[in-house]
């Protein structure tokens, strides 16, 4: 079992920036891909950015230049800073962790990010 817990969530104007952090525990294997996902109300849930554990890093075009991805691999951790926030990113910011071999996956509990107008 892989334990993810989120932090650093909150409620920030237009424009602003957040960082998200998430740290990982438990059984994790090195070779691991780990990333953020969102879900904003009514929404299904979509991909933010992931980190795979050598540093190669996938964005969608919707968050590519103002959002990134980085990872202390000592730490078990991933982070995710956020600029130029809009209220489209208004939603709940899962961690995420995956393993190819074996093949596992995890989730966090999320964290509210809210951008207001």
């Known amino acids: 079992q892989v334990q993810l817990v989120e932090s650093g969530g909150g409620l920030v104007q237009a424009g602003g920036s957040l960082r998200l952090s998430c740290a990982a525990s438990?059984?994790?294997?090195?070779?691991?891909?780990m990333g953020w996902y969102r879900q904003a109300p009514g929404k299904q849930r979509e991909l933010v950015a992931t980190?795979?554990?050598?540093?190669?890093?996938n964005y969608p075009d919707s968050v590519k230049g103002r959002f990134t991805i980085s990872r202390d691999n000592a730490k078990n951790t991933v982070y995710l800073q956020m600029s130029s926030l809009k209220p489209e990113d208004t939603a709940v910011y899962y961690c995420?962790?995956?393993?190819?071999?074996?093949?596992?996956?995890?989730w966090g509990r999320g964290t509210q990010v809210t951008v207001s107008s």
């Open positions: 438990g059984n994790i294997f090195s070779a691991n891909t």
């Open positions: 995420n962790y995956f393993t190819i071999f074996p093949r596992r996956e995890y």
């Open positions: 980190i795979t554990d050598n540093g190669f890093t």
